[in-house]
């Protein structure tokens, strides 16, 4: 919210979600910020805001960013995906599920990030090995599970697909 | 602040002739831009987003070796047969580059552009003698990287000057990169560097080493290098000759001396485990 006296503004139209927006914004306007306080999404989460910890990780164009590294402008025509827009109409999807049943869950802050980490990663890679799944989730920092039952639970994943 | 967005390449020379220099900082990944717009410390007028460029995308196989876009991603790099196969260090380089989500957008201009020296594909951008070709709406030339990065954090790009596309040459031999970070992933480099060499008849008959995150720009130690090509074998010798062609500094990451020690000890390691370290 840095600046604001100097900013102009852009008229934004992007997908969220399944759902197109249109929305005059600040130019200065984070992605991360356009989401949580604009569309009051708040499933991306700020922690470090400087691209270091995942915790805002988004589906930009199908491929993972840090929403606090992005101007909510440089979105436009674009399709993001944030964990609110994961689930179907049948529920949770495999990923979130996964996490649940390997109690791959403590506190939750990282856990939405770390979701939408896995789910372009599994994309790429349908069987990974455990190296691979620490190494693609590099980017998500975790301070509670120590990560072991998070790798389970991406390995136990890609097994049921 | 406004931002621009321009789709052609035509309109963005314009934009970056036309509008005032001091005033306009170029938007590409962002991953550097944006803690340093929040922090303060940049704070243009104008931001020209180039991310919609097409003509600065992607990995082509030339002639003479390969061409990449400058707004390349980190990640495109590092999913690239090409890259793997014929430009190893640069491959290896972008493989323990931060994670997916900085890769997703960071680009191998904007690592250049930033000139850190401890940007991780620089020395292997070093080591296979990339050359830049810079655009501006009156002119195009080519300069090699160790002209265009003159210091941390500066370049000699000049006004309405955009990167466009990073040029290799063929490279012939094997070659690979090594990081020293504080932890294995998401760490910024306290050294790292980059070897290539040719063997004949299990004679070394080309060496050639660049070192990052030890001296303000990237350096090649060719002190060190044309002694080994001569024989020398004393590795006491080969850490002293390295010495010369570094000028570490203390930071957060670690201390000067801790980055001498280290990176003689990891060089001459290296050097005498060629085929297992570094294999074909």
Known sequence: MLHAE??????????????????????????????????RLTGAKEVCGEGECGACTILLNGKAVNSCLIFAAESHGGTILTIEGLQTASGLNDVQQSFIDDHAVQCGYCIPGMILSVEEFLKHSPHPDREKIRHALAGNICRCTGYQKVVDAVENTAKKR | MKIYQPYGLGDCLDLLSELPQAETVILAGGTDLMPRYEQGKVLPEHLINIKHLADLQGITETENGAEIGGLTTIETLRRSGLI?????????????????????????????????????????????????KLMSRHATRTIRLEDFIAGPGETTQERGELIHSIILPRVTGSSCFYKLGLREAMAISVVNYALRYSQSAGELTDLEITAGAVAPTIVFLDALTTAVLSGETNSTVWRALIGQDIAPIDDIRASADYRRKVLGRLITHHLQNLGVVCHE
């Open chain 1, 6 to 39: 100097k900013t102009e503004w852009f008229e934004l139209e992007v997908t969220v979600n399944g759902q197109k927006i249109k929305q005059a914004i600040p130019m200065h306007l984070r992605l991360l910020d356009f989401l949580r306080e604009t569309l």
């Open chain 2, 84 to 132: 793997h196969r014929d430009y190893p260090a640069l491959w290896q380089s972008t493989e323990q580059f931060a994670g997916v989500q900085i890769r997703n957008r960071a680009t191998l201009a904007g690592n250049i552009a930033n000139a850190s020296p401890a940007g991780d594909t620089l020395s292997p951008l070093y080591l296979y003698h990339a050359k830049l």
